[in-house]
């Protein structure tokens, strides 16, 4: 880690005191010097069926084993750094009227959530029939955000083998692919933060290995620098590897996006090759403005112009602000958000450009 003012050490805050849970001594991730001790309260407090937990040293192998026997020595080449990202992506759900005309030249996202059924299956067989759900043309551009909840995300993971599940993703056609999105919360033990981190990664090479181009979802616990050190390590495995994914959807108040921006600027200082990033779930006109103006070729994605015309009725203003509109028709109102995103963002990124 370099020792620039943006570098992760000087903007995180300070790092408890690692002690060690009753499991610690025998525990592979101790052992691996992967985990520094149980420098989080959920370590002692937190071990039921949610979460892999620190305390109980058979479940830990358990899951250390599974990400070791899938763990590839070399990482497969990633075509990443062959995508050219617009500024904005709308995210699609299901559910829009049957006349929404979408235009056939942008490139639409889709999550997780939208494809997978409750029990981690695909819910679509063919690129056809995903893109008729989203009222998508059988030729429509479409990338997948590996964004859903905890719980369906692990259905996936345990049936993705067996069930040739990534294969199957594929197969429907999708620009890019971003790797899954295991949960690093703060407020969980180090195991679950250290084994989310690992199968984030795993599945990026499963995708990179059946020739997607596919996109690393960045997840650390902030309060370890052996997480950040691990998450350089990564990347540096990665050299092709030239755009990263940043989840901002939860980041609300000013302090927690101000986090985000400083820990974007931190890896970008830190990997010593150009980065770029695509941002889900920023829909705010002056956090746009931000991300565009200071990073680059960076692309923001967010379901909001969908959501607010197609779920409420409104209409999206020339500065990304909503207002009720019952003189368009939902399709009408869809149509016009997404266009009124994708011109703003171009627009943004056109000042920054001249």
Not at 24 to 29: F, I
């Amino acid at each position: 880690m370099n020792s620039g003012a943006n570098s992760l050490s000087q903007i995180s805050r300070q790092i408890p005191l690692p002690l060690q849970t009753a499991g610690c001594a025998g525990c592979p991730l101790y052992q691996d010097k992967r985990c520094e001790g149980a420098i989080t309260l959920e370590s002692f407090a937190m071990q039921d069926d949610s979460v892999i937990g620190c305390r109980d040293i058979e479940r830990i192998g358990i899951y250390y084993k599974d990400v070791k026997r899938t763990q590839r020595a070399v990482p497969p080449p990633n075509r990443n750094d062959q995508l050219v990202l617009p500024p904005f992506i709308p995210i699609l759900t299901t559910g829009a009227p049957k006349d929404t005309r979408l235009d056939s030249n942008l490139l639409y996202g889709v999550s997780f959530s939208s494809i997978l059924n409750k029990n981690g299956s695909l819910r679509y067989k063919t690129p056809e029939s995903l893109r008729r759900a989203l009222r998508l043309p059988t030729n429509g551009r479409l990338a997948l955000f590996c964004t859903v909840d905890d719980i369906r995300m692990e259905y996936f993971w345990k049936i993705s083998e067996s069930k040739n599940l990534w294969q199957r993703v594929s197969a429907l056609n999708f620009e890019f692919v971003t790797s899954a999105t295991f949960s690093v919360y703060n407020k969980h033990p180090r195991s679950d933060q250290i084994i989310n981190q690992a199968r984030n990664f795993l599945t990026l090479d499963d995708l990179s290995a059946l020739n997607v181009p596919a996109i690393p979802f960045i997840f650390f616990y902030p309060e370890s620098e052996l997480d950040y050190l691990n998450l350089l390590k990564e990347l540096n495995k990665r050299p092709d590897v030239r755009k990263i994914a940043i989840l901002a959807q939860l980041r609300r108040s000013k302090h927690e996006f101000a986090l985000v921006i400083e820990y974007m600027q931190a890896i970008k200082n830190d990997i010593k090759r150009p980065l770029e990033f695509v941002v889900v779930g920023v829909a705010e006109a002056k956090r746009i403005e931000l991300i565009l103006s200071k990073f680059p070729g960076s692309t923001v994605a967010s379901s909001q112009p969908f959501f607010k015309g197609n779920k409420c009725g409104e209409e999206t203003l020339s500065r990304l602000g909503h207002k009720g509109n019952d003189r368009l028709t939902r399709a009408q109102l869809i149509e016009n958000n997404i266009s009124v995103f994708t011109n703003y963002c171009k627009n943004v990124v056109d000042i920054n450009v001249d």
